[in-house]
Structure formats: structure tokens, C-alpha cells
Antibody, heavy 120, light 111 residues
């Protein structure tokens, strides 16, 4: 049974950092690119970042580039998102999603999300 | 504000068919056959229902089908069932720096 379980969300002050994790199981982690997607309260989904199955390629949305870093540990089947210099508009539910390496544009599996609130 | 446009809600009676639209531009929906549809029940993780406009993943009912015309993609649910009541959103690859864009979601209600 495929499972993606996000953790690490919480309330953080503007300018501070937070690290999200996503534990994957039930599928061949090394055959999938991994994404982070977020949804701010009352708004639609926004793609945040992607990392290739071999970690050689990473890309970010303009809104987070230079502040967020995506990484993965294939020995532990985990995905991470290091978020620095957080801003109030980063407040959102953050989802991790897996995309088979033959079609990165399709989010085959999703987690249930973890809430990040940036507020003083 | 989402990059793709969907109706806020669609409803139908059991057994009927409904169609949800997803409108973008020639830079996303119209330019690539990389449209996907997802189903999300409250408090649950989204589930892939259709990929590459028309393809169904293994295990998804054949009551779900996808199509595209120009800059608008569509998801049709045939033989509507109570379990189909959920939020449905679309996504597409885009040639913009955003890479992937989403619709805001459509709430499907089974009357």
C-alpha cells in the first residue's frame, strides 16, 4: 500500500526556518521524481519544487527559489524541504507527491499534507 | 487565484453523467497533452484519476474519462455514484517557469 507521510509542519515566526519531511513507502522510491506542492488557505494548489529520482536535477517555483531547498535520501525513502527566511505568504498546507520518472508532470501519489503557519 | 479555471461546483443525480471543465492557455493545457485529474475527499490525500488527458491509472473505474479541445480539458464521470462526491482538480505542465499549474478544484455533489 502506497503511503506518503509528511511531517514537520507547525507555527513559525517570519524570517525563521522549518524543515519538512516526507516518508515514502509501498513503491519503488528510486523510480520516482518527488515534488512539493502547497495550498494556501482559501487558494488553489501551487507547485513548489521537484527533485529527480537520481537527485541530479532540482527546480523551484520563483516564489521560493533561493529560500527553499529540496533533497531526498533514497537509503531512507525520505524527501525533505528546508524552508528558510519564511514569510507570512508561505503559510499553507504542504503536500509531497511522487511522479514516475517517465512522466514528471503526473503526480501519481500524494500525502495528506502538513500545515505550515508563518506568523508572529 | 489559480492558473487554470474550473467551475466551483457541479452536481448530478445518481446514474447521470457530469462533465468538469479545466481551461488554460496555449502555454499549458492547449500546448501539451500533459493534463491530469485528481479526486480528493475531505481530509484525504488526492488520488490520480486521469493522466495525459485520457489515460486511466490501473484501478480507476472506467466511469471516469478525460478529453481535451483546444485550451480546455474535461473530466466526465458517467453513472454517477454517491462515492464520487468529492473535490476534483486538474493540473497541467506549463512552458512558464512555474512548470506545473493547477485548477482551483470543483466540488461534485451527488443529489
Amino acid at each position: 500500500q502506497v503511503q506518503l507521510l509528511e511531517s514537520g509542519g507547525g507555527v513559525v515566526q517570519p524570517g525563521r526556518s522549518l524543515r519538512l519531511s516526507c516518508a515514502a513507502s509501498g513503491f519503488t522510491f528510486t523510480s520516482y521524481a518527488m515534488h512539493w506542492v502547497r495550498q494556501a488557505p482559501g487558494k488553489g494548489l501551487e507547485w513548489v519544487a521537484v527533485i529527480s529520482d537520481g537527485e541530479t536535477y532540482k527546480n523551484y517555483a520563483a516564489s521560493v527559489k533561493g529560500r527553499f531547498t529540496i533533497s531526498r535520501d533514497s537509503s531512507k525513502n525520505t524527501l525533505s524541504l528546508q524552508m528558510n527566511s519564511l514569510r507570512p505568504d508561505d503559510t499553507a498546507v504542504y503536500y509531497c507527491a511522487a511522479a514516475h520518472d517517465s512522466r514528471w508532470h503526473t503526480f501519481d501519489y500524494w500525502g495528506q499534507g502538513t500545515l505550515v503557519t508563518v506568523s508572529s | 487565484q489559480s492558473a487554470l479555471t474550473q467551475p466551483a461546483s457541479v452536481s448530478g443525480s445518481p446514474g447521470q453523467s457530469i462533465t468538469i471543465s479545466c481551461t488554460g492557455t496555449s502555454s499549458d493545457v492547449g500546448g501539451y497533452n500533459f493534463v491530469s485529474w485528481y479526486q480528493q475527499h475531505p481530509g484525504k490525500a488526492p488520488k490520480l484519476m486521469i493522466y495525459d488527458v485520457t489515460n486511466r491509472p490501473s484501478g480507476v473505474s472506467d466511469r471516469f474519462s478525460g478529453s481535451k479541445s483546444g485550451n480546455t480539458a474535461s473530466l466526465t464521470i458517467s453513472g454517477l455514484q454517491a462515492e464520487d462526491e468529492a473535490d476534483y482538480f486538474c493540473s497541467s505542465y506549463t512552458s512558464s517557469s512555474a512548470l506545473y499549474v493547477f485548477g482551483p478544484g470543483t466540488q461534485v455533489t451527488v443529489l
